[in-house]
C-alpha cells in the first residue's frame, strides 16, 4: 500500500513490455477494474532492465498487488476485484 494524503491506495503493478499481445490485454482488464475501484497502478517496462527482463520476461504479463504477485499471462478481474476489496478491509 501507498500513502497518499490521509489515504492509503492500493499498488496493483503490471510488468510487461511494448508489443505484447497478453500484456494489452491484461491492461484492459486492469483498466476495466480500475474504472470501478481505486488502486495506484504502476506499469514497468521489462524491456529496459535486464535483472527485471530475467525475472518476468518469460512470464509477461505479470500483475502483483503490494509486492505479490497474483496473476501471469492472463489477468481475472473477479479475483483482481476480490483481492482488492480483501486489502481495502483489512
Known amino acids: 500500500m501507498r500513502q497518499r494524503g ?4 492500493a499498488l496493483v503493478t503490471l ?3 511494448p508489443g505484447c499481445h497478453l500484456c494489452d490485454g ?4 486492469v483498466q476495466r477494474v480500475h474504472a470501478r475501484r481505486s488502486f495506484e497502478l504502476e506499469e ?5 532492465d535486464p535483472v527485471l527482463y530475467s525475472e518476468y520476461g518469460e512470464r509477461i504479463p505479470v500483475l502483483a498487488l503490494d509486492g505479490v504477485e497474483l496473476f501471469e499471462f492472463h489477468v481475472e478481474e473477479a479475483v483482481l476485484v476480490q483481492e482488492l476489496d ?3 478491509g483489512s
Open 6 to 9: 490521509s489515504e492509503q491506495m
Open 15 to 17: 510488468y510487461g513490455k
Open 26 to 29: 491484461a491492461r484492459a482488464a
Open 44 to 48: 514497468v517496462d521489462v524491456s529496459l
Open 86 to 88: 480483501r486489502v481495502d
